[in-house]
């Protein structure tokens, strides 16, 4: 389980760098100036901060999986929303949900990965791991972009989220499942 989460939180790191690293081009692609362009991107970075926050007040209230399914919809909006090219406001306002969401979701990694490892030495791995994912998702993307046509990052960027996504709650069915046989044996 702790490998499992540790892939995870690389598939993760890999949708929210690989998604970053490409905005700026897909928003050349989109129409946007350079300096809309550079707009969605401090925007994105700046909602960042302001999602870590609201995790980080949230961490000990809301578990992990939950989380996510709430992040889930929002981040395929983000792509979904993003693919059709919008208009700048709209554009902007993509980018400024991703980072919200991404902040949020990135401060609860640790305990996902905890929750999965109880001895906590997954969890000291958890930002080397996070590192290579940064590192893994631009270059994943990197295979399914061209000069003319930057959307395939977000197929990438999305497959690497679907992965993430399918990864943790597989954990997290397995440990509820764990729990109920638990339970059940403990009444015999």
Do not use: N
Request: proline share 5%; hydrophobic share 60%; net charge positive.
């Amino acid at each position: 389980a702790a490998y499992v989460s540790l892939v995870a939180v690389f598939f993760l790191f890999s949708f929210f760098i690989g998604f970053l690293a490409y905005l700026e081009q897909l928003a050349s692609q989109s129409g946007l100036s350079p300096v809309q362009g550079g707009l969605a991107v401090a925007l994105a970075l700046g909602c960042s901060i302001a999602g870590s926050g609201l995790g980080a007040t949230l961490a000990e209230r809301i578990p992990y999986h939950r989380a996510f399914m709430a992040c889930l919809p929002a981040f395929l909006f983000v792509l979904m929303g993003l693919w059709v090219l919008p208009a700048p406001t709209a554009f902007i306002a993509f980018a400024a949900l991703h980072g919200l969401a991404w902040g949020f979701l990135q401060t609860l990694q640790a305990p996902f990965v905890i929750e999965s490892d109880p001895s906590r030495r997954a969890a000291l791995l958890g930002p080397s791991v996070q590192a290579v994912g940064a590192a893994g998702g631009p270059m994943l993307c990197s295979f399914f972009v061209s000069a003319h046509e930057v959307r395939g990052a977000l197929v990438v960027a999305g497959a690497c989220l679907m992965v993430s996504f399918l990864l943790a709650m597989t954990l997290w069915l397995w440990r509820v499942r764990r729990r109920a046989q638990s339970a059940l044996a403990a009444k015999l």
